[in-house]
T-cell receptor
Framework: KAGVTQTPRYLIKTRGQQVTLSCSPI?????VSWYQQTPGQGLQFLFE???????NKGNFPGRFSGRQFSNSRSEMNVSTLELGDSALYLC???????????????FGEGSRLTVL | GESVGLHLPTLSVQEGDNSIINCAYS??????FIWYKQESGKGPQFIID?????DKRQGQRVTVLLNKTVKHLSLQIAATQPGDSAVYFC??????????FGTGTRLQVFP
């Protein structure tokens, strides 16, 4: 089955603009998490969505937001972009079993954002 | 697309040797640990996981060891191959899908 699909793969924005990134999970996966990867900070958790509800949130400013649709696809948005937002944004999805435990997290290839 | 930073610890091994990558985790309440491999331009790829009620788990050519007393995790790769060259991350999880990643170790395999 198809893996986690992230679009766009690469994009360039200027300071002050906003950006929306998309993630389509593996079929049947209802949990979607977003991570930011930078050389200085490594991989950092942004937020997690399950059944259209945000369940967890990392320590990022309110400029970072997300949502999940009824088909489990997720988007994240960054408003008023800053130079420091340049990063690889990774989406990870997992199935959630009836007992509440989750399975392995599968990552997409990421969206590489460059802010000029 | 580069995947990680400029100042990662690097482990250089000769092809065919065994590799051991170490990781210290932070949360004693974490109950699930995962090793990921990230190649340049790609997202992290699952290698092996272990729950806190175990201290060792083996996969194909890989073994993960967990020492909860000192909050230490290691990944052993047997007969390291050029295709194993990548950055390796450990991650810990506590009851949610929020993963806390280590800083990563770059593995370089030379002939």
């Amino acid at each position: 089955k198809a893996g986690v699909t992230q679009t766009p793969r690469y994009l360039i924005k200027t300071r002050g603009q906003q950006v929306t990134l998309s993630c389509s999970p593996i079929s049947g996966h209802r949990s979607v998490s977003w991570y930011q990867q930078t050389p200085g900070q490594g991989l950092q958790f942004l937020f997690e969505y399950f059944s259209e509800t945000q369940r967890n949130k990392g320590n990022f400013p309110g400029r970072f937001s997300g949502r999940q649709f009824s088909n489990s696809r997720s988007e994240m948005n960054v408003s008023t972009l800053e130079l420091g937002d340049s990063a690889l944004y990774l989406c990870a999805t997992t199935g959630r079993w009836p007992d509440g435990n989750t399975g392995e997290l599968f990552f997409g290839e990421g969206s590489r954002l460059t802010v000029l | 697309g580069e995947s990680v930073g400029l100042h990662l610890p690097t482990l250089s091994v000769q092809e065919g040797d065994n590799s051991i990558i170490n990781c210290a985790y932070s949360n004693s309440a974490s109950d699930y640990f995962i090793w990921y491999k990230q190649e340049s331009g790609k997202g992290p790829q699952f290698i092996i996981d272990i729950r806190s009620n175990m201290d060792k788990r083996q996969g194909q050519r890989v073994t993960v060891l967990l020492n909860k007393t000192v909050k230490h995790l290691s990944l052993q790769i047997a007969a390291t191959q050029p295709g194993d060259s990548a950055v390796y991350f450990c991650a810990e999880k506590e009851n949610t899908d929020k993963l806390i990643f280590g800083t990563g170790t770059r593995l370089q395999v030379f002939p």
